[in-house]
């Protein structure tokens, strides 16, 4: 009874979003180099706020290969015919639907009233496993997966070759169902990408003319594709671990000054070059192990704030997308970590007290979605900062709109695709985090973002609720 108490006033606490102490020694939502409070990034990385979901893992490239052409997906969803122009009209617009498909979100929503569209190339992954297994009861949960939305990652410039393909495939499903469909795209190229981690940082350098590139050889033709695609709902996922990043690791590892104008002026060029009417772009928030510290929260919803008014206030920014590529439950569970005087002790805290503190900078408009692709069993993992293929890990809630449970929630989604690794165990790889190395780890992984059958497996068996 006691041990429920202290839960209903913990959870009171985090709704609150208020308090915190940010000076060295401070107790309570603490991110400096000395402090001894919860949220405290360590140099180690295994600190209560350290990014959790930063790095490697969290964000990790998951299917970024470009979509066969000339295949259908075993899921019954169609993909393109053929490449398209990005500066053309789409390929396969129009179709015989009479009247023509009606794409408007009921309320703003593009998660309700649609169909999600199911990327063929994870698919194909998913394909690859069952290939190698002889249970046939396993096999058969395989194949619901299939059946399920993941996002498509956009990773690096050349993932961008697949784009047009993949939306010609989501539009060609519209046009022969006359039913909304929608696609969810993940941007993630950020210059200087991933500053706290090592295994996921990206392709593109500042000092080497990253924010050109980034402008003009990624957020350019993604703008052009998209443009070319007005027919149809798009969800623009917002760079993975990039602003969260400023709130908590300035000053470590690869978070300098030159890091954080990077992310604030390119995050908010993307949001501005994005902004479309038939877009729905989600800024990525971390979670509730990372930002859920009243402190953190401040700092990070003033951080989005600032963005997002430089941006010019974008219409199409509908909100936040929360537990990207990480493994916190939805609610309180039993979890053998300390929570570190963390009031947030699951994703629906986070969302409520995320949304008091956005509310506090003006953006009380703004809803979320929740990353529940990995999430579904707690109680995996010895701190709350291990994000790296925990061992025991399990699929959770399907993706679902409107789910209800916490304030101005859009969707549940799968927005890391389970089975896509967060990142190599190889220690003498160059891409090697020390994360990737820890006990709750599965030792056997390859590099981030390459499949991983094993551990798509034990995702599988462990999905909660069961497929």
């Given at each position: ?17 208020g ?12 991110t ?15 600190g209560?706020g ?30 393109s ?41 994870y ?32 990773d690096?410039i ?63 033709p993604?703008?052009q ?18 602003l ?14 030159e ?13 501005k ?48 997308a ?36 956005l ?11 929740i990353?529940t692709?990995?999430?579904g ?9 291990y ?11 399907r ?17 890391k695709?389970?089975?896509d ?16 190395g ?5 030792q ?24």
């Amino acid at each position: 009874m006691a041990t429920s108490v202290a839960v209903i006033l913990a959870l009171a606490a985090c709704g609150d979003g208020g308090g915190g102490d940010t000076t060295a020694g401070g107790t309570g939502g603490n991110t400096s180099s000395g402090g001894t409070g919860a949220g405290t990034p360590t140099s180690s990385g295994v600190g209560a706020g350290t990014p959790t979901s930063s790095g490697v893992g969290a964000g990790t490239p998951t299917s970024t290969g470009a979509v066969d052409p000339t295949t259908t997906s075993g899921a019954g969803t169609p993909t393109s015919t053929g490449a398209v122009d990005p500066t053309a009209t789409s390929a396969v617009s129009g179709g015989n639907c009479s009247p023509a498909v009606d794409i408007t979100a009921p309320n703003g929503n593009p998660f309700a009233n649609t169909t999600l569209f199911v990327d063929p190339g994870y698919i194909a992954k998913v394909d690859s496993s069952i290939a190698k297994e002889t249970d046939t009861a396993l096999k058969a949960k395989m194949e619901k997966v299939k059946q399920i939305s993941t996002a498509f990652w956009l990773d690096r410039i050349a993932a961008v070759d697949g784009l047009a393909a993949h939306l010609d495939a989501a539009l060609k499903l519209q046009n022969e169902t006359c039913k909304p469909v929608t696609s969810v795209i993940v941007v993630y190229d950020l210059p200087n990408r991933d500053c706290f981690a090592e295994a996921s940082n990206g392709e593109l350098r500042v000092e080497n003319g990253g924010v050109e590139r980034y402008r003009n050889e990624f957020i350019a033709p993604i703008k052009q594709i998209f443009a070319a695609h007005p027919d149809q709902r798009i969800v623009a996922i917002i760079e993975p671990d990039s602003l969260p990043n400023l709130a908590t690791n300035l000053g470590s590892k690869d978070c300098t000054p030159e890091t954080e104008t990077a992310y604030r002026e390119n995050v908010a060029h993307a949001l501005k070059e994005l902004d479309m009417p038939h877009v729905y772009q989600y800024i990525d928030a971390a979670h509730s192990g990372w930002l859920g510290w009243p402190d953190n929260q401040k700092k990070g919803a003033k951080i989005f704030a600032d963005v997002i008014k430089a941006a010019g206030s974008p219409k199409s920014i509908r909100g936040f997308a929360t537990n990207v590529a990480n493994y916190t439950q939805l609610s309180y569970s039993s979890e053998s970590y300390d929570q570190q005087s963390n009031p947030c002790y699951g994703e629906f805290d986070y969302v409520d007290a995320m949304a008091s503190a956005l509310s506090a900078e003006g953006l009380g408009d703004k809803h979320f979605i929740i990353d529940t692709s990995r999430n579904g069993v707690g109680n995996i993992r010895a701190d709350w900062g291990y994000w790296c293929n925990n061992i025991g890990a399990g699929m959770g809630q399907r993706p679902q709109a409107n789910p209800g449970g916490a304030t101005n929630l859009d969707a549940f989604y799968w927005v890391k695709p389970p089975g896509d690794s967060d990142g190599t165990a190889d220690k003498s790889a160059a891409r090697f985090d020390a994360f990737c190395g820890y006990e709750d780890a599965d030792q056997r992984a390859p590099e981030a973002g390459a499949w991983f059958h094993e551990y798509f497996v034990e995702c599988v068996k462990n999905a909660n609720p069961p497929l």
